[in-house]
């Protein structure tokens, strides 16, 4: 069993900043991609950010300059730096994992989500 828990959501006004942190536990050999996404109100889940076992990143362009994805594999955690925040990017921002749980065999899990509120 694998568990993805966030931490570090909150209420934040425009131009702030807040880090995210997702620490996976459990039983498992690695931790191959890890990323997080974002559901806004009536919105779909989008990607905000992801990040390799290697450490190659890639953004939504609406983040672009203002977030960064980071990991400490020692930890099997997995960070969002966000900075000068906007109203817009309100939402629920979700880590998701691609865990390989066997030796041939990989799963996909996501955590719980944390709000991250911005006000103007």
């Known amino acids: 069993q694998v568990q993805l828990v966030e931490s570090g959501g909150g209420s934040v006004q425009a131009g702030g900043s807040l880090r995210l942190s997702c620490a996976a536990s459990g039983s498992f050999f690695s931790i191959n991609d890890m990323g997080w996404y974002r559901q806004a109100p009536g919105k779909q889940r989008e990607l905000v950010a992801g990040i390799t076992s290697g450490g190659r990143t890639n953004y939504a362009d609406s983040v672009k300059g203002r977030f960064t994805i980071s990991r400490d594999n020692s930890k099997n955690t997995v960070y969002l730096q966000m900075n000068s925040l906007k109203p817009e990017d309100t939402a629920v921002y979700y880590c998701?994992?691609?865990?390989?749980?066997?030796?041939?065999?990989?799963?996909?899990?996501w955590g719980q989500g944390t709000l991250v509120t911005v006000s103007s």
């Open positions: 998701n994992a691609d865990v390989r749980v066997q030796i041939l065999r990989s799963a996909g899990y």
